[in-house]
């Protein structure tokens, strides 16, 4: 991990990222000293031992079939708490480990926000199972 300096030690932080494999999270939670806020599918909230790892571990479900302004409301009012909020702008796993064009919603939060924006490249995560 290089460049965790960079991190601050508080106020609103997104945390933008590429998006390998489900090792990612893990990965982030385990490297930076804040804690983070994850968006995720509200499938992966499925069974009560999942849920509750998910929520220990800072993830709010998002219902995919829903309004995506819902994200943006969630993600901004974290960010006005003084939280830090991960964002995959690809919107999901790349499937072939290339970087993907990025959806409008990480721009248009972090236009809004006023957060320290920190970018994160994220490398070789695919190469573990998940």
Wanted: net charge positive; glycine share 8%; aromatic share 8%.
């Amino acid at each position: 991990v290089t460049g965790r300096e960079s991190v601050p030690p508080f106020g609103p932080v997104i945390l933008i990222a590429n998006h390998l494999s489900n090792n990612d999270p893990p990965v982030l939670v385990s490297t930076m000293s804040r804690r983070l806020n994850f968006i995720a599918k509200q499938e992966l909230f499925g069974n009560p031992f999942s849920r509750f790892l998910l929520r220990e571990f800072g993830v709010h479900p998002f219902d995919r079939s829903g309004r995506s302004v819902d994200i943006i409301k969630l993600a901004l009012r974290l960010l006005a708490q003084d939280h830090t909020v991960v964002l995959f702008p690809e919107g999901s796993r790349s499937p072939d480990h290339s970087m993907q064009k990025g959806l409008p919603g990480a721009a248009y939060i972090a236009t809004k926000s006023q957060a320290t924006i920190l970018p994160v490249g994220i490398v070789g995560t695919e190469k573990f199972s998940s």
